[in-house]
Every structure is written in C-alpha cells, then in structure tokens.
C-alpha cells in the first residue's frame, strides 16, 4: 500500500480508524527524513492491512505545532484510534518491525481498560 499525506483536516479522521495507521513526520530537508522515507515505504509495502502516512511538517506547520513535534522525523503509531508509539529519530528497518510485531500483538482490551482505570483515578483526584 503506498502512503497517503496527511493534513491538518485529515489527520484525526485517519488516526483514529481503527487498525493500526503509522505516520511519519518529515520535511524535505531533512537528511535522516530522507534516509527513513524508503524503510517507511517498504513497511507499507510489506502492511497493507496498516495505513501508512506522512506528514510534511513544512507544509503543515500547524498540525506539526498541535502535536508538539520538535524534531523529525518523528514517527507515530495509533492502533484503534489510540496513541501507543511517539520517538524521534530514523528507525532502521529491523527496528520498525519490531515495535510494528509489538503493537499487533498488544491486546487492546486491555489497553483501553488501563486507560479507563488513569482516567478515573485522575478524576477522582480532582474531585
């Protein structure tokens, strides 16, 4: 599957499909974006089941700016529209199918549990 550009009005409709969506933050001037770009596509390649997708931090500044990226490339990876992978820096091929191996056999039921156990003990902390 090739990768589809996301933008600042595709991005949280893409992230939060369910199914694992990757997104790789990037800009043309960026040697170690450049020297990810061909292990991302190939990851996509080998994935189909998975969305792939690049955010160009040049053209989308502001997108780049609400997800705090202060450095690229930085690579994404939501599973079920939540959050589980957030690094910066080019990730060798083995490496990015390895966290892809440990992200597909999460299980998210107990994911989303954990998250629903923080999410109540914070508010019942403000409370």
């Not at 600042?8 to 409709?13: Q, R």
């Not at 450095?71 to 910066?88: C, H, K, Q, V, W």
Request: include cysteine; charged fraction near 25%.
């Amino acid at each position: 599957m090739a990768t589809v550009n996301l933008t600042m009005e595709t991005f949280e409709s893409t992230v939060l499909k369910d199914g694992i969506v990757l997104v790789d933050l990037w800009a043309a001037w960026c040697g170690p974006c450049r020297m990810f770009a061909p292990v991302f596509e190939a990851a996509s390649e080998k994935r189909p089941e998975a969305v792939f997708a690049k955010v160009d931090t040049e053209a989308e500044q502001e997108l780049a700016g609400a997800l705090g990226i202060t450095s690229i490339p930085t690579l994404m990876i939501f599973r079920d529209g939540i959050l589980l992978y957030n690094e910066a820096g080019a990730l060798p091929a083995p490496a990015l199918e390895d966290i892809l191996g440990q992200v597909e056999r999460l299980d998210m039921d107990a994911i989303r549990a954990e998250i629903a156990e923080h999410e109540a003990a914070q508010a019942q902390a403000q409370a």
